[in-house]
């Protein structure tokens, strides 16, 4: 099966400082990948180089056989991929369910004379709900985002993501800031989308979680891809358990 | 009643002027500190024009289009840059007006024009041309607010990155509202211009743009209504007394200070919480 994202030998220098080390791998139509490393490892910065906040030094990354590498952000959303970000920004001053309708418009907002010649936003409106209704707060579509607590807006900032209809819908650290009992639930919902069909990559540090609703693990470790297969494997993996605990292989006995 | 119709038009081209600023200062969050070097390009265009022999009111589209192309142009140039340096860019934009023209002979230089030729209206049917094209511009306002467009400027206005990780190729929609901002306050100047039958670069200097932002942060950045009504106030009450006359930028100044101090959304949010208070 052709891959839906390939990451292709990209490297991101900042001045001295190598954030990503020549790292690939591809993300296959309708998996759930789990993108890890302790701190420090560049799963932030290879995100920010797939969604193109930050331009790779070297290498490239391909959404289906579109290059991205020339592409600005906004750009790249529109070519289908979507992020749901670690620090949540809903729009304070439009309801749950409008922020989500400002999303789902992207056809409608996609230059200024097709936004300034569309001022209907049912449809939009009803996509939102849907949305909603996939991450469980539908309840909430009518509320203010500010007085809404951090589970809440976890969930409203992945139906924004959700609700850009995207092909691969990256999450950066939803679980992050949750307890145990939310952070289960979020992953049982972010495990239904993605069951649902929708192809996903989840950087998170919830080591439990990603095992459990993870298909396939990609381990990055100093910016390199130390490494790639299934979440039952990773941690007897001399190399992952090295990563994470430090010291020699048999530091985990 | 010949003074009072020209008080009114005077206080009509200045909403068209605030609602000019609004598009881009109030809707998409774009401050712009040289607004009346635009106010001014169409001023001059509209002047040199009706000396050449245009009937007036096809000078107006000329006008509409030489300051909406200064804006675009001055757009590509500092809207990809943040906010504050889109301030100080307008802020320079707005001295470079004032001393080119002021250089050009072909522009009556520190003279300005004067003898602009009549415009073939009496002073009432130039007072209800320009009620109409406030009326016009207000009720656009209105439209954009309602549209797609208008939630994308709110959603710039509020969180650029944020926006343009939704999709939004935010660039060309503040450039939008930019070229629309522009080319509304050359309309503005040029319906000035007639008015005065004289311009002079003096017209349009730095006070000018301070005056109008004045206008759109007192009435409430972004309410169409809440602008309205301060241009309409902040215009007519220099020439009502006069002593504010003499003192109208420690005026302007000061009402923009308590302002930003204690009703940074303007007047418009001073009576909505008002109101919400009443309610309650």
């Keep these: 099966m052709k891959p839906l994202l390939s990451v292709k030998n990209v490297t991101v220098r900042f001045g001295g400082l190598t954030a990503v080390d020549d790292v690939s791998f591809d993300v296959r139509p309708g998996e759930l990948l789990g993108l890890i490393g302790p701190n420090g490892a560049g799963k932030t910065t290879m995100m920010r180089a797939i969604v193109g906040v930050v331009r790779p030094t070297l290498g490239s990354v391909f959404l289906e056989e579109l290059a991205l590498n020339a592409l600005p952000i906004d750009a790249r959303i529109r070519a289908g991929l979507a992020l749901s970000q670690q620090l949540v920004k809903p729009f304070r001053e439009i309801s749950v369910q409008d922020n989500v309708a400002f999303a789902a418009a992207s056809r409608k907002t996609r230059t200024p004379a097709t936004a300034l010649l569309h001022v209907d936003a049912r449809l939009e409106r009803q996509s939102a709900l849907d949305a909603l209704t996939q991450v469980g707060i539908a309840t909430y579509a009518d509320q203010s985002p500010k007085t809404q607590p951090l589970g809440i807006l976890k969930r409203l900032e992945m139906a924004r993501a959700l609700a850009l209809k995207p092909k691969l819908l990256l999450l950066d650290e939803p679980l992050a800031g949750l307890n145990s009992g939310e952070a289960y639930a979020l992953a049982q919902t972010i495990a239904e989308v993605n069951r649902q069909g929708m192809t996903i990559i989840l950087i998170e540090h919830n080591l439990s979680e990603v095992m459990r609703i993870c298909q396939r693990l990609v381990v990055l470790d100093n910016g390199r891809k130390i490494a790639d297969t299934l979440p039952k494997d990773a941690m007897s993996d001399p190399a992952v358990q090295m990563a994470y605990l430090g010291g020699d292989k048999h530091a985990a006995d | ?280």
């Excluded at chain 2, 001073?270 to 208070?277: P, Q, S, T, W």
């Design chain 2, 1 to 280: 009643m010949e003074y009072e119709i020209s008080l009114v038009t005077a206080a009509g081209i200045s909403v068209l002027f605030a609602l000019s600023l609004n598009l881009i200062t109030g809707f998409c969050g774009q401050i712009s500190l040289g607004h009346a070097a635009f106010f001014g390009i169409g001023a001059y265009c509209s002047a040199m024009l009706c000396k050449a022999g245009m009937p007036f009111l096809l000078t107006l589209p000329f006008a509409m289009l030489l300051a909406g192309g200064v804006g675009v142009v001055v757009g590509l140039a500092s809207l990809r840059v943040r906010a504050d340096f889109l301030a100080i860019t307008t802020m320079g934009v707005g001295f470079l007006f004032v001393g080119v023209v002021r250089q050009q002979d072909v522009l009556g230089g520190e003279m300005g024009i004067s003898g602009i030729p009549d415009t073939g209206f009496s002073k009432l049917a130039f007072m209800t041309l320009t009620l109409v094209l406030c009326v016009a511009a207000a009720l656009f306002s209105q439209y954009i607010r309602r549209s797609w467009m208008g939630q994308v400027f709110n959603a710039i206005a509020e969180d650029e990155d944020t926006t343009r990780v939704l999709g939004i190729d935010v660039p060309r929609f503040k450039l939008a509202a930019f070229a629309m901002g522009t080319a509304l306050a050359g309309l503005a100047g040029a319906l000035y211009a007639n008015n005065l039958k004289f311009i002079s670069p003096d017209s349009f200097g730095f006070i000018e743009s301070m005056t109008v932002l004045s206008m759109v942060v007192i009435g409430g950045i972004g309410s169409v209504l809440g602008v309205t009504a301060a241009a309409v106030v902040l215009s007519l009450l220099p020439s009502m007394f006069t002593f504010i006359g003499d003192y109208k930028l420690l005026v302007y100044g000061g009402l923009l200070f308590l302002m930003m101090r204690f009703s940074p959304d303007g007047v418009t949010g001073a009576v909505n919480r008002l109101m919400a208070k009443g309610k309650r």
